[in-house]
């Protein structure tokens, strides 16, 4: 092995990594496999035709391990750690030095059982006070191993519903915001993203808010979806949010999904990015917050832009 990275620089190959990818695939295990948290898995490289490797490692978002010559030849093998916290899709990541020189990357998304859920709690604000104020709620699942896992995400098996979303209203990934004065119960439920098996609750929140409103929300438009192929210069596009009251607003935008990629002018109504490398399509996901001048903000508007090889 002619280097070792840390985990972070490992994901960072992995998310930015193009037609090197290639190079190098993951046998086992497989792509959407069940994997018990906290469990130690044997991970399986191998070149692809044509190529050799020289030495690997394979690494989660905690924790990275160098790979050994397998028994079959030319492959490699580790043994990694699935983070005790993982729920839902977990990703491993490998990366290999090639004889020819340079690296390749590889990746694959299993899911994480973490075991039944025994109790699921809900930590909220009592209550709101301004227009547009967002606040996220922390939903954490008591598991039957005596672990605590966080439970927030859509990906962990987790939705919200509103019982008076005209008064708050609350968004995939829990965000509550309050829009007029009330109160309202926000009901939770987590599927558990293996068996299937659903527990809820609910909190009570209240929005003391001024009534009549001394505010409006400002309005978040992250523009349209778009297609761009490798390589290429991208550019989003929030121009055509507004003010209702024509306060001045500002601009946060944030990536949630897919490779990485360096945001430039994240704090603009358009930003700019290039897309990444790939071999195969992918699908990037950057979501838009505004925020008018008096403090009242969006819940966050999402846009997808696909990319595609060259």
């Not at 280097?3 to 490992?10: F, M, S």
Request: aromatic share 4%.
């Amino acid at each position: 092995m002619t280097r070792t990275l840390p985990v972070i620089g490992v994901l960072a190959l992995s998310m930015a990594a193009g037609r090197p990818a290639a190079a190098l695939e993951i046998v086992s295990p497989a792509s959407g496999s069940v994997v018990q948290a906290g469990s130690v898995v044997t991970v399986t490289l191998r070149p692809s035709t044509g190529e050799v490797l020289t030495g690997a490692a394979v690494a989660t978002l905690l924790d990275t391990s160098t790979a050994a010559a397998g028994d079959q030849a030319g492959t490699f093998v580790a043994q990694i750690r699935i983070p005790d916290q993982a729920v839902g899709p977990t990703f491993l990541f490998a990366m290999a030095d090639l004889s020819g020189g340079g690296l390749s990357t590889a990746s694959v998304r299993l899911i994480a059982d973490p075991g039944p859920l025994d109790r699921l709690i809900v930590v909220g604000p009592p209550a709101l006070t301004a227009i547009g104020q967002v606040v996220p709620l922390v939903v954490q699942g008591v598991f039957a191993d005596g672990t605590t896992r966080p439970l927030q995400l859509a990906d962990h098996g987790t939705t919200y519903a509103s019982t008076n979303s005209a008064v708050l209203a609350v968004d995939a990934s829990g965000n509550l915001q309050a829009r007029a004065r009330g109160v309202a119960q926000i009901i939770v439920t987590n599927t558990h993203v293996v068996s299937g098996l659903a527990k809820a609750t609910g909190i009570t929140v209240r929005s003391d808010v001024p009534s009549p409103p001394d505010n409006r929300i400002p309005i978040a438009d992250a523009g349209a979806a778009q297609t761009v192929t490798s390589e290429t210069l991208v550019q989003l596009d929030g121009s055509a949010s507004s003010d209702p009251d024509g306060d001045l607003i500002t601009f946060t935008w944030l990536q949630e999904a897919g490779r990485t990629v360096i945001l430039h002018d994240a704090e603009t109504a358009a930003p700019f990015f290039v897309a990444p490398n790939v071999s195969a399509p992918d699908v990037l996901e950057f979501s838009l917050v505004v925020r008018d001048s008096k403090g009242a903000a969006t819940l966050p508007k999402a846009v997808r832009v696909s990319v595609l090889p060259q």
